[in-house]
């Protein structure tokens, strides 16, 4: 049950924000007549108890942006290789910037650590790779990126229209103004990047203050970033990937098959995969490969590579995390 003081601080942040936003973007269109966002309003109305009129004032003051669709039917450029893809985020400046935000949030990151069991390297470089360590969390108004995507944007309307239901839930729940926070073209949000969704499963109040806040408060952002691992499979003190020596006769066909790890170590061995290194058998993981300047590598991904995946459904974008972390551990001259 929701106290009557966060309500009205909900409420009394809304309207001011509102007041401020009709002077800024009178000149473009807002939802209110929309038909979607009317059907919206009554749900929100019948289904979480929000008030009519303040409903209906709040989509007409969420902005359609045609910028937000154009960028997410932008088609999608060719999938970089990997040698190309790394040099995005393996760079000098990413790995000093690990190092630096290492440094200004260790307590934080060695509480994380040993609560979730995710190593402080894992999570400081998501952070890297998502918003450059809070550096570009992203300039649209997240009611404007959730509600141009809901009402105007047919293919994925359910998923976004479900996000917009989280992120008001989450700002009536967290006492914040629903016009004022900020993120990604797609309404990701803070030092992770989390979708509404995923704040109201994942985001921890780490830092005990009484609200969780991926945008300003580092702490949280870091247990959650943590929580979110943990909860979808981390598994402490195991490795992530390991080198595979492939045989001339091995099966090709089940490379880059499968984000999730339907074999296990022992059966990639039988199929063709070595390991280059000592792993259990009985590990699950896939084998995928990477292009290099020299050719195709192969590698086995274990249960924690595909945990970075369900963050990001990329191979590239875990082996990314995967050797950043590593780089940045190295720059620090090791975790203490």
Same mark, same amino acid.
């Given at each position: 049950?929701?106290?009557?003081?966060?309500?009205?601080k909900?409420t009394s =942040?809304?309207?001011?924000?509102m007041?401020? *936003?009709? #002077?800024?973007?009178?000149? &473009?269109?807002g939802h209110g007549d929309? $038909?979607?966002?009317?059907?919206?309003v009554?749900?929100?109305?019948q289904?979480?108890?929000?008030?009519?009129n303040?409903?209906?004032?709040?989509?007409?003051?969420?902005?359609?942006?045609?910028?937000?669709l154009?960028a997410?039917?932008r088609?999608?450029e060719k999938?970089?290789?990997?040698?190309?893809?790394?040099k995005?985020?393996?760079?000098?400046?990413?790995?000093?910037? =690990?190092v630096d935000?290492?440094?200004?949030? *260790?307590? #934080?990151?060695?509480?994380? &650590?040993k609560k979730?069991?995710?190593p $402080?390297?894992?999570i400081?470089?998501?952070?890297g790779?998502?918003?450059?360590?809070?550096?570009n969390?992203?300039g649209?108004r997240?009611?404007?990126?959730?509600?141009?995507l809901?009402?105007?944007?047919?293919?994925?309307?359910e998923?976004?229209?479900?996000?917009?239901?989280?992120y008001?839930?989450l700002?009536?729940?967290?006492?914040?103004?629903?016009?004022?926070l900020? =993120?990604?073209?797609?309404?990701?949000?803070?030092?992770?990047?989390?979708?509404?969704s995923?704040?109201?499963?994942?985001?921890?109040?780490?830092s005990?203050?009484?609200k969780?806040d991926?945008?300003?408060n580092?702490?949280d952002a870091?247990?959650?970033?943590?929580?979110?691992?943990?909860?979808?499979?981390?598994?402490?003190?195991?490795?992530?990937?390991?080198?595979?020596?492939?045989r001339?006769?091995?099966?090709?066909?089940?490379?880059?098959?499968?984000l999730q790890?339907?074999?296990?170590?022992?059966?990639?061995?039988e199929?063709g995969?070595?390991?280059?290194?000592?792993?259990?058998p009985e590990?699950?993981?896939?084998?995928?490969s990477?292009q290099?300047?020299?050719?195709k590598q192969?590698?086995?991904?274990?249960n924690?590579f595909?945990?970075?995946?369900?963050?990001?459904?990329?191979?590239l974008?875990?082996?990314?995390?995967n050797?950043l972390a590593?780089?940045?551990?190295?720059?620090?001259?090791?975790?203490?």
């Amino acid at each position: 049950m929701k106290t009557g003081a966060v309500v009205l601080k909900w409420t009394s =942040g809304l309207l001011v924000g509102m007041g401020l *936003a009709l #002077a800024a973007c009178a000149q &473009e269109p807002g939802h209110g007549d929309n $038909a979607d966002a009317q059907k919206f309003v009554e749900y929100m109305v019948q289904e979480h108890q929000f008030d009519r009129n303040e409903m209906q004032e709040l989509m007409r003051n969420a902005k359609r942006k045609d910028s937000i669709l154009k960028a997410i039917k932008r088609p999608a450029e060719k999938a970089k290789p990997w040698y190309q893809y790394k040099k995005l985020f393996l760079t000098p400046q990413s790995i000093a910037g =690990g190092v630096d935000f290492w440094d200004k949030n *260790a307590e #934080a990151l060695a509480e994380a &650590e040993k609560k979730y069991g995710v190593p $402080a390297e894992v999570i400081v470089a998501i952070i890297g790779v998502e918003t450059r360590y809070g550096g570009n969390m992203g300039g649209y108004r997240v009611l404007d990126a959730l509600s141009t995507l809901a009402f105007n944007y047919p293919r994925r309307s359910e998923f976004f229209t479900k996000e917009l239901e989280n992120y008001l839930l989450l700002t009536r729940d967290q006492g914040m103004d629903p016009l004022a926070l900020k =993120g990604s073209y797609a309404g990701a949000m803070g030092y992770g990047q989390f979708m509404p969704s995923s704040y109201r499963a994942y985001a921890v109040d780490f830092s005990e203050d009484g609200k969780v806040d991926i945008w300003t408060n580092t702490t949280d952002a870091i247990g959650s970033v943590a929580n979110y691992l943990a909860r979808h499979g981390w598994k402490p003190g195991e490795p992530t990937t390991v080198l595979a020596n492939p045989r001339p006769n091995a099966d090709m066909t089940i490379v880059n098959d499968t984000l999730q790890p339907e074999w296990t170590v022992g059966e990639l061995a039988e199929k063709g995969f070595n390991a280059t290194s000592q792993v259990a058998p009985e590990m699950p993981a896939i084998v995928f490969s990477l292009q290099t300047e020299q050719g195709k590598q192969y590698w086995l991904g274990l249960n924690n590579f595909s945990t970075i995946t369900t963050y990001n459904r990329s191979r590239l974008y875990a082996m990314a995390v995967n050797e950043l972390a590593q780089e940045i551990v190295k720059a620090r001259g090791g975790k203490s």
